[in-house]
């Protein structure tokens, strides 16, 4: 049995999200899903999320395919988290590549391209100035 896990904040959930985490759940047998906590995104990105934590969560747990899902609090846990989890791979999209390879002693580290043309941060935008 093959555990998977990844990490996002996964605001505004779009088809890019949905790409990543089918793929990322296909590379085993479960998919765990670390969703970074309001606090995190506001410390990543300067700005709180449109959807708040548990929202997220809820639509991240009602995916078929993902299996489980926590709020990931820090960056700096991610450790933590993989040992937790007993995770064999760590999936994360390839606008983090390279920058977690210091736990491949750890699981095995994957880097997925993103899906092209579609962010949160673009969606907020694209809204934002058609208001
Ligand atoms: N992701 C992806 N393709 C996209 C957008 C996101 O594969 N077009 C992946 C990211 O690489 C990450 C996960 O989805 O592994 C969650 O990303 P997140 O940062 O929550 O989404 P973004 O749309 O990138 O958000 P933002 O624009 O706020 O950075």
Known sequence: MKTIITFGT????????????????????TLIVGVSTD???YNKKGRNPIYNQLDRMKIINSLRYVNLCFLEESLEKK???????????????DDWKGKFDHLSNLCEVVYLE???SVSTTEIIEVISSAT
Do not use: C, W
Not at 84 to 93: E, I, P, S, T
């Open 10 to 29: 996964f605001d505004v959930f779009h088809v890019g999200h949905v790409n990543i985490l089918q793929r990322a759940a296909s590379l085993g047998d």
């Open 39 to 41: 606090q995190l995104n």
């Open 79 to 93: 450790e933590e988290y993989i040992r937790k989890y007993d995770a064999d791979v760590l999936v994360m999209g």
């Open 114 to 116: 993103r899906t092209p």
